[in-house]
């Protein structure tokens, strides 16, 4: 099925700190929006929303090879 993966460690950015951090977010539901199964903690920040992430370049790749 395309539309879940089941296991990914992304590499991701914090918008709060700036902080670069590689991350296993578990599953990834592809829709409108990725959403990811894990809660997602920055060493910096601690929990961090969705909201307040970015995917780097490289996160973005590693997005696209899971997903095609």
Known sequence: MK???K???LNLKC???GK????N???I????????ENEIFCQKCGLVEIEDLELTEL???QVA???F
Do not use: M, P, R
């Not at 539901?29 to 990811?36: C, E, P, R």
């Open 3 to 5: 539309g879940v993966i």
């Open 65 to 67: 090879e899971l997903y």
């Open 29 to 36: 539901t592809f829709g409108n929006k990725l959403s990811f």
């Open 15 to 17: 918008k709060g700190c």
């Open 25 to 27: 977010v578990g599953k």
């Open 7 to 9: 296991l990914a460690i």
């Open 20 to 23: 670069i951090f590689d991350f």
């Open 59 to 61: 996160g973005q790749t």
